[in-house]
């Protein structure tokens, strides 16, 4: 058995984040024991569908865990938890013993029904590397998905040279979160920088060399990406009987109801929704580093509740956007962007008219703005939303 202060499971920004959170509280890194599935140490996952893409070095990614002096064990998937005995039991057999427990598995892609083995599911740098060496091959790649994946690497791909088509359900990229003018022509946008894009369209099964469509037409694929969304890693939660309802349920402390020695954090946590109220679960990096660090610290008896507002951001060609809180399309919206590449920002109002979340749209550095309006929860008065985009071809 070999036993640990804290032990740390799952090895992505959220599990990196924890254990510097615990050193500050903490400062003793022989305490600390971190556990990851994957056999590389920490790093960053948005350089994956961008930065990699535009020249960064790969070197940039690693989050430098090592430099803390923590015990690190990488390649060991933990795969059971004895909550009474404070013990976790990794693939290997070996066996752990500790005294506060993180989880911080994260997530997964979510799948297609007809899966295929060749078809790429970007999440990993082993998945980035596959990629990169079809794409430096020129293949020709069909990415599945309009989302922030999908959209994200189909722009890296076609900067890349690489002949890329992307094909998706809804009528235009993003229209899950961005108002429809902005999303359609977001289409146009694509088509002008060499994506074929095929928007409206459900994908009915993989064969080696082309992607069918509901309609009857196949799509020419050397290689196939999809881009469907994540599934939060609550498996091992779940079968330890820890309250699970979409994520691993949580105080704002990041504890685990009716326990002072399990918590979790980032992707797999459901939180208190704070100024959004509700309980709520966040995929992205900002709410991995800072939820992951405080809940880290509370660990270690910091006791501070998570008041953060997480932002995300996206990289689209030559264009850009951060944004904070909800941003749903079925909510109403004010505009005021007047052509896809000018600076702009969308106010999402919930029935109230009080805002739910802000857009900014090639603008940079305001997300503090965007917090402070919706933490204000002020009634936003009606205004005529203004076209985006709508005369471009």
């Known amino acids: 058995m070999i036993d640990t202060r804290y032990l740390v499971v799952g090895g992505g920004m959220t599990g990196d984040a924890a ?21 590389h140490p920490p790093y960053a996952r948005p350089p994956l569908t961008k930065s990699l893409w535009k020249g960064k070095a790969e070197s940039t990614i690693w989050r430098g865990t090592a430099e803390l002096g923590i015990r690190e064990r990488l390649g060991r998937r933990v795969v059971e938890l004895d909550l009474a005995a404070r013990t976790a039991l990794d693939d290997r057999g070996d066996t752990y013993v500790y005294e506060k427990l993180l989880l911080a598995t994260g997530g997964r892609p979510r799948r297609l029904p007809f899966d295929d083995d060749d078809v790429i599911y970007l999440r990993t740098l082993d998945d980035y590397h596959r990629l990169r060496r079809l794409a430096d091959a020129a293949a ?107 994520g691993i349920v949580v105080d704002a402390f990041g504890r685990v109801a009716g326990r002072d020695d399990v918590f979790a954090a980032g992707d797999v946590a459901s939180f208190p929704g704070g100024a959004l109220g509700g309980y709520r679960r966040v995929e992205h990096e900002d709410h991995a580093k800072h939820h992951g660090r405080l809940v880290g610290g509370n660990m270690a008896g910091a006791g501070e509740p998570y008041e953060h507002l997480p932002f995300f951001y996206s990289d689209l060609f030559d264009l850009g956007y951060e944004a904070v809180g909800d941003l749903d399309s079925r909510l109403d919206t004010l505009t005021e962007i007047d052509e896809l590449d000018a600076k702009g920002r969308v106010c999402y109002l919930d029935r109230e008219r009080r805002p739910r979340g802000v857009l900014f749209w090639n603008v940079f550095g305001e997300v503090e703005a965007g ?9 936003v008065p009606r205004e005529p939303p203004a076209a985006v985009g709508g005369t471009r071809r």
């Open 140 to 246: 020709r790649v069909v990415v599945i998905g309009g989302g922030f994946i999908g959209s994200e690497i189909a722009a890296a791909l076609a900067i890349n040279g690489t002949p890329v088509t992307m094909v998706f359900p809804e009528p235009g990229i993003g229209a899950r979160v961005l108002p429809a003018t902005l999303s359609t022509a977001l289409n146009d946008y694509y088509r002008d920088r060499g994506v074929h894009m095929v928007a409206g369209a459900a994908v009915t099964g993989i064969r080696r060399g082309s992607v069918m469509l509901g309609d009857g037409r196949t799509l020419p694929a050397d290689a196939v990406v999809a881009g469907l969304g994540l599934e939060a890693n609550v498996e091992l939660a779940e079968a330890a009987g820890l309250p699970v309802a979409g």
């Open 19 to 39: 254990c510097r959170g615990i050193l500050d509280v903490d400062p003793d890194p022989d305490a600390v024991l971190l556990l990851s599935a994957e056999h």
């Open 371 to 379: 917090r402070s309006l919706i933490a204000a929860g002020e009634v």
